[in-house]
């Protein structure tokens, strides 16, 4: 079991910038792709980002590329997806999700273990 807790969601202007960490117990970090992905109201999940389990490869959805970066850390436990030049259109609940498929994934049901999720809000 991987237990996930994100958190440095909030409201924040247009323009504007956040920085979401995703904290990791149980089995090894570094064993697991870590993948972010969002969720605004009456719409399904969607893929934003996706981290290799050392690090080395990365993935992002179109709509983010350029102005979000994901990264980890496996000393800490710890993933992060820094988030500049925020839109309205990036208001949702995102979530981040452990995976071990052999390469790295976007679809949801390549990830096992999910946290809680934490809301943005970006006003225009």
């Known amino acids: 079991q991987v237990q996930l807790v994100e958190s440095g969601g909030g409201l924040v202007q247009a323009g504007g910038s956040l920085r979401l960490s995703c904290a990791a117990s149980?089995?090894?970090?570094?064993?697991?792709?870590i993948g972010w992905f969002r969720q605004a109201p009456g719409t399904e999940r969607e893929f934003v980002a996706a981290i290799s389990r050392g690090g080395s490869n990365t993935d992002y959805a179109d709509f983010v590329k350029g102005r979000f970066t994901i990264s980890r850390d496996n000393t800490k436990s710890t993933a992060f997806l820094q988030m500049n030049s925020l839109k309205p259109e990036d208001t949702a609940v995102y979530y981040c999700?452990?995976?071990?498929?052999?390469?790295?994934?976007?679809?949801?049901?390549?990830?096992?273990?999910w946290g809680q999720g934490t809301q943005v809000t970006v006003s225009s």
């Open positions: 999700a452990a995976g071990n498929t052999l390469v790295l994934g976007s679809r949801s049901d390549e990830y096992v273990y």
């Open positions: 149980g089995r090894t970090f570094s064993r697991y792709h």
